[in-house]
């Protein structure tokens, strides 16, 4: 039976009084496997925005690993403190203003021109009415 390559060690964590058993170290911070972070003290960055929060200029106070299977690669999320985050800033009115423009050319079809009323698809950039004749157009007649 080999050696395990993460093992259990009782270490000083920042988050907590006490000594508490983490996986040893990445990049010089404790390493978490997956469960066994504590949800209410510890987060990543998708979880904070989960939570209308940002970590705000903090370092990271640990590492959380955990493996991908659709990557099939071991991956390494950084954990902040939920007490030292910051709520999230809202979108300014030229953010929101360049989001609309940006979703608007999305919905544009390079043929007519119209708004389509939905994202055109991006093979194509053409919306379904336009699709379709370029289909019937392009078709060849001795094939039916």
Request: with cysteine; proline share 8%.
């Amino acid at each position: 039976m080999g050696t395990r390559r993460y093992p259990w060690v009782l270490a000083t964590v920042p988050w907590s009084q006490s000594q508490e058993y983490t996986r040893g170290t990445h990049q010089g911070l404790p390493l978490l496997s997956w469960g066994i972070a504590p949800r209410g003290v510890l987060a990543t960055r998708r979880q904070l925005r989960g939570m209308g929060k940002r970590p705000a200029g903090q370092e990271p106070v640990a590492y959380l690993y955990f493996r991908c299977r659709r990557a099939c690669k071991q991956v390494f999320a950084e954990l902040f403190l939920v007490s030292r985050a910051a709520p999230h800033r809202p979108a300014t009115p030229a953010q929101h203003t360049a989001i609309a423009k940006a979703n608007l050319a999305r919905r544009l079809c390079r043929t007519c021109g119209r708004d389509a009323g939905y994202v055109v698809p991006l093979e194509t950039r053409q919306c379904t009415p336009c699709w379709l004749a370029t289909a019937e157009s392009t078709r060849d007649p001795a094939v039916a």
